[in-house]
Nanobody, 116 residues
Framework: QVQLVESGGGLVQPGGSLRLSCAAS????????MSWYRQAPGKERELVAV????????NYADSVKGRFTISRDNPKNTVYLQMNSLKLEDTAVYYC?????????WGQGTQVTVSS
């Protein structure tokens, strides 16, 4: 059964850092484009960052450029999101996504709360 399991979320003060992880199983992780999305209360889900199967970062949302970094470790079937200089507006549930042609998988999400 395909699984994407996010971890690493939590409560952090403004200016702090978190590293999210997404562990994948039961599919050929190295072939998939991996992405992080987030959804804040009352808002639509938005794309945060994308990384290709070859490890090339395609794009980041303007709001996180220069602060967030996506990376992947194919032998470990894991994608990461390093989040630095966190702001109040980064508060959201963060979701991991895996996509390959018509196949599209989602994790359950991990809560990130930025608060003083």
């Amino acid at each position: 059964q395909v699984q994407l399991v996010e971890s690493g979320g939590g409560l952090v003060q403004p200016g702090g850092s978190l590293r999210l992880s997404c562990a994948a199983s039961a599919f050929t992780f190295s072939s998939y484009t991996m992405s992080w999305y987030r959804q804040a209360p009352g808002k639509e889900r938005e794309l945060v960052a994308v990384i290709t199967s070859a490890g090339i970062s395609l794009n980041y949302a303007d709001s996180v450029k220069g602060r967030f970094t996506i990376s992947r470790d194919n032998p470990k079937n894991t994608v990461y999101l390093q989040m630095n200089s966190l702001k109040l507006e980064d508060t959201a549930v963060y979701y991991c996504n895996a996509r390959w042609y018509h196949k599209d998988y989602w994790g359950q999400g991990t809560q990130v709360t930025v608060s003083s």
